[in-house]
């Protein structure tokens, strides 16, 4: 199967796209939110896609430092203002003000 998908997507075949968006992925929920994450933040997303994805990132069970650890991971692959960028939409989609006081003091 996955073979056939691979070959599929390399191919780019004509009914992929849809596929793509009905057919689950066999990666569990937590690693699936953790991924289209990194891919917001490599693309450069627009701040409300970050909302629904750290929104369906928690909802999977993923945490905040799991959140953050991202950010850090894909620094190296994508460039750090590709992340600074990102971190602080991925604040305010975790409802933090990232240019405010620290919430912890």
């Known amino acids: 199967m996955s073979y056939d998908r691979l ?3 390399a191919l780019n075949d ?3 796209e849809a596929e793509l968006e009905l057919e689950p992925t066999s990666l569990e929920p937590r690693v699936h939110a953790l991924v289209r994450l990194a891919a917001l933040v490599a693309i ?3 701040e409300p896609s970050y909302g629904s994805e750290v929104d369906e990132a928690i909802s ?3 945490t905040t430092t799991e ?3 991202v950010l850090a991971t894909v620094a190296p692959i994508v460039g750090l ?3 600074v960028s990102a971190g602080s ?3 305010l989609a975790l ?7 620290d919430p912890r003091e």
């Open 7 to 9: 070959r599929r997507i």
């Open 14 to 16: 004509a009914h992929l």
């Open 44 to 46: 450069g997303g627009a």
């Open 60 to 62: 999977a069970g993923v």
């Open 67 to 69: 959140i953050v650890d």
């Open 81 to 83: 203002p590709t992340v």
């Open 89 to 91: 939409k991925v604040a």
């Open 95 to 101: 409802g933090l003000d990232p240019f405010g006081p």
